[in-house]
């Protein structure tokens, strides 16, 4: 077929933004790269018109671009596959949406936005590791993954430079939702949005958010760093006197070359410098941090929330701390002493904080949940590691190719048991209620 042909043989969705052209692949059909806003640097986004019919159809058939990042070896040795084929760019406010192949407008499924994690540094939507076409296809769910800013692109303010604009990026993808995904079988009145570590850390904030009341109906939120997102504003200005000698028209790879040194400046605040990006408090669009719990407590009879940890976060962690190498060495009691290390830190930075957040938005009128997830390899010392959820979420063999999160497994046991945790996210995104995971590697409280 000549390129027009493909075109007009192509999967095509009406809505708000116009005519656009999906692609099929693996039982689903994407519509990718769509932009939901532009934005200046340093300024807030400002929602993409439409296209006009007469102007043609929305071509959705490239890879949301990722915002500008630095690498992290880390990073790099838990996820070998990387990136795949993501550009980078700062101007990056684009999602992707992703239904099943014979979704309807009308069908009314139910929508889940998201939020991908990284440390509010790193990280995109649409990297094969997050690819949601399992779910989709199971579940008959609509699957939107956003793109947004990072880093010193989104979340550290200073002077007279506004902060938290990725999290405005973020609502702004939310109004995109409401306002086009019916046109992909979606119901704009059923969303839930979804998120990981630093991206479950803003759908919490996103609840409290000025403009995004009402946007999202439900909150699914997975290891979010809770312990160490409260008491930063001594970190964050130390931050943002040295992130203050940027030109405000640096060249990107110039501003890349900043992150070491804006970092070296959290390297002092203990645990927090373990995540020296993040929302920063009293500053648009969210509460002060003295305001934020009635804040939440305000909007708790209005959004259902299943919220939860892994339940040895911290154990992808360690093996970057020098210190607990060292004690791992020790005869005998070397590996007992690292395993303690572990679940204090993950009952620290993740477990205590999130059981402590259900208990106030339980007591408030809200209804909701909270999750553990156990699951690893036999004999794997990453089980239950932060990030394994999203193996089992998402499976993609390309995406999770030669990560060490899944030594001793075969794929056909990564996608079974990943299966009741599809399932009941997916329950929870449909009706609020939890459903039986029916296994023994997550556990419902």
Known sequence: MTSDEQVRAAPRFECDAGVVVGWRDAGVVRATGLRYARAERHAAPVAEPPVPVEDGPILATSWSPACPQVGSPLLQRMFPAGFGDLDQDEHCQALSVTVPEDAAPGDDLPVMVFLHGGSYVSGAGDVPMHDPATLVREERVVVVSVNYRLGLFGFLGHADRPANLGLLDQVEALRWVRRNVRGFGGDPGN???????????????????????????????????LGITRGREAMSEAMAAEAGTIPADAPVEEVLGHYE????????????????????????????????????????????????????????????????????????????????????????????????????????????????????????PLAGAHTVDLALLFPNPEGWAGSPLLDGAGWDDVVAAGRPVRRVWA????????????????TLH
């Open 427 to 442: 329950a929870f995104a449909r009706t609020g209620e939890l459903a039986d995971p029916g296994c023994g590697h997550l």
């Open 261 to 380: 040194r804006v970092n070296d400046r959290a390297r002092s605040f203990g645990l927090l410098g373990g995540m020296p990006f993040g929302v920063q408090y009293g500053r648009s669009p969210v509460p002060a941090e003295d305001d934020v719990e009635a804040a939440w407590a305000a909007v708790a009879p209005d959004v259902d929330v299943l919220i939860g940890t892994n339940s040895r976060e911290t154990s992808f962690f360690v093996s970057e701390v020098p210190v607990v190498a060292r004690v791992g060495g020790l005869p005998v009691v070397g590996r007992a002493l690292v395993e303690l290390l572990v679940r204090l830190l993950t009952w620290r930075i993740y477990t205590r904080d999130a059981v402590r957040w259900l208990r106030r938005h339980r007591a408030a009128g809200g209804r909701g949940g909270r999750h553990t997830l156990s699951w690893g390899p036999r004999g794997n």
């Open 191 to 225: 969303v839930t949005a979804f998120g990981e570590s630093a991206g479950a850390d803003a759908v919490l904030h996103l609840m409290v958010a000025e403009g995004a009341r009402g946007l999202f109906h439900r909150a699914i939120v997975q290891s979010a760093p």
